[in-house]
């Protein structure tokens, strides 16, 4: 549980940093998030479900079976668990989002190493 908390947002090499108003995994969490410019190198899915709104800046999303698409200002997206993708910043992108609650694993692809992992809370390898 995190209230009023600034911190990383997707582990030790992610790009992204999060501002959690609030997150009960069991429930829900509310998050701006700042994308830094770049992306780290893997695909994941997501513990969550979430909507989120681009406040600023430009994000591209590449999923891992094809297709890509880019999100700016004003821009909803709709993340469900099963969204295998690699997010790209192109500069600093602002977001707001609204996750669900947490499932148990989510998944994750390193292309340099060739790896599928599935992932638990904390970001430890199930």
Do not use: C, Q
Request: positive net charge; without cysteine.
């Amino acid at each position: 549980m995190k209230f009023l908390h600034y911190g990383k947002d997707g582990g030790e090499y992610s790009t992204v940093w999060g501002f959690f108003f609030i997150e009960i995994k069991k429930m829900f969490s509310i998050v701006l998030l700042k994308f830094e410019n770049g992306s780290r190198d893997a695909f994941h899915s997501h513990a969550f479900n979430s909507i989120s709104l681009v406040l600023k800046g430009k994000l591209i999303e590449e999923h891992r079976w094809g297709g890509t698409e880019a999100h700016i200002w004003g821009d909803t997206v709709i993340t469900r668990r099963d969204t295998f993708h690699k997010v790209t910043s192109y500069g600093r992108t602002w977001v707001l989002s609204i996750r669900g609650p947490w499932a148990k694993t989510w998944k994750e692809f390193i292309p340099s190493e060739r790896r599928n992992v599935t992932l638990t809370h904390g970001r430890e390898e199930v």
